[in-house]
């Protein structure tokens, strides 16, 4: 595993020095047609989401999907190690791949799921309030520790819900470190504090340590991080499957996968920790004309269709045929293994 990263990583140094820093280039070895190169960062793929997705896209009559799964996606982008990218809306590398030209509008796919996270014991009396807001409030007049979860995000949160609590006076009970993420919530149980993180990294490490600390406040929309898909430009990376991707994206967007990802549950919890976001995008790109609900992936690839005549036909893979007799869909092998 370390060698493949290591190989990975030299890999990309070689393309971004040859390509420069804000160009793609294509990889040889990726120019194929026959699957599609999927880059997300780590949530969706961990928690079996993606796998679900892929596995249903393919019984739609879907290509092979492969994907890579790390924090430093949008190198493999500019790289042209990717066809597509699955990311937060917010994480950084997605502006300036959008802006630089590179990348095509980000559509909103679904949200994932970060927590108030707390003590077992939960002093402050927060467990199952439906407002994150009211929540910090009993925090803050209970006196018990809060930390600042130290990435921008939920830095951002905690800056949030402290002035729409009314600004509480910040004294002792308020804590503000360098800590992030597991390490702060690592603190956090040192401290009796509560804080706000991921849920599902949250009940992963929870299960790893067996530390004494619950997800305690969930339903507020507020702790939901939406995550957008990006088709890389075909005309900037040389060989992508930019139809095969085109048609993942397409599938992600419709009401058959927006429903799987409402009903998706990870092993071990039987919390929703993934909602829909298709909603989000144009209504008009949701149902684009000629696309079945129910096939939505049935625009790229090759099918023999029963059209035929003088072009009267659309070649949509709904077996009306393009005049030519053939209607086209995606299809092959799932290889949605990570690397």
Same mark, same amino acid.
């Given at each position: 595993m370390a060698k493949n990263r290591i190989l990975v990583g030299f890999t990309l140094i070689l393309l971004l020095a040859t390509c420069g820093p804000w160009s793609v280039c294509s990889v040889s070895a990726q120019e194929n047609q026959d699957s =599609?190169?999927?880059? $997300?960062?780590?949530?969706?793929?961990?928690?079996?989401?993606?796998?679900a997705l892929v596995k249903d896209f393919k019984d739609t009559g879907g290509q092979d999907i492969e994907i890579y799964s790390g924090k430093d996606v949008y190198d493999h982008a500019r790289a042209g190690a990717v066809d597509m990218v699955i990311s937060h809306y917010g994480k950084e590398g997605i502006e300036p791949l959008v802006l630089d030209g590179l990348g095509q509008w980000p559509r909103p796919v679904f949200a994932n799921q970060a927590a108030l996270i707390g003590p077992e014991s939960d002093p402050?009396?927060?467990?199952?309030?439906?407002?994150? +807001?009211?929540?910090?409030? &009993?925090? *803050?007049?209970?006196?018990?520790?809060? =930390?600042? #979860?130290?990435?921008?995000?939920?830095?951002? !949160?905690?800056?949030? =819900?402290?002035?729409?609590?009314? @600004?509480?006076?910040?004294?002792?009970w308020f804590i503000t470190t360098s800590s992030s993420n597991v390490t702060a919530v690592e603190l956090a149980e040192k401290k009796g504090a509560y804080i706000i993180y991921?849920?599902?990294?949250? !009940?992963?490490?929870?299960?790893?340590?067996?530390?004494?600390?619950? $997800?305690? +406040?969930?339903?507020?929309?507020? !702790?939901?991080? =939406?995550?957008?898909?990006?088709?890389? @430009?075909?005309?900037?990376?040389?060989?992508?499957?930019?139809?095969? *991707? &085109? $048609?993942?994206?397409?599938?992600?967007?419709?009401?058959?996968?927006?429903?799987?990802?409402? #009903?998706?549950?990870? @092993?071990?919890?039987?919390?929703?920790?993934?909602?829909?976001?298709a909603r989000h995008n144009n209504p008009a790109i949701l149902l684009p004309e000629n696309a079945s609900s129910t096939t939505p992936a049935r625009r790229s690839g090759k099918e023999t269709g029963r059209g035929g005549g003088n072009g009267g036909g659309r070649g949509d893979g709904s077996g009306r045929g393009d005049g030519s007799g053939r209607g086209r869909r995606t299809g092959g092998r799932s290889n949605a293994g990570g690397h």
């Open positions: =599609i190169r999927l880059g $997300a960062v780590n949530t969706p793929h961990y928690t079996g989401l993606l796998d402050a009396g927060v467990r199952g309030m439906p407002d994150t +807001v009211e929540a910090f409030r &009993r925090i *803050a007049k209970s006196g018990s520790p809060y =930390i600042v #979860n130290n990435t921008s995000a939920f830095r951002f !949160l905690s800056e949030y =819900i402290w002035r729409a609590a009314g @600004k509480p006076k910040k004294g002792d991921g849920t599902f990294p949250f !009940l992963r490490h929870k299960a790893l340590t067996g530390m004494k600390m619950d $997800a305690l +406040v969930l339903d507020d929309p507020l !702790l939901q991080r =939406i995550m957008v898909s990006v088709l890389l @430009k075909p005309e900037k990376v040389a060989g992508a499957n930019h139809e095969g *991707a &085109r $048609a993942f994206q397409q599938y992600l967007l419709s009401p058959r996968a927006q429903v799987l990802v409402r #009903n998706f549950r990870v @092993k071990g919890s039987d919390r929703q920790l993934w909602w829909p976001a």
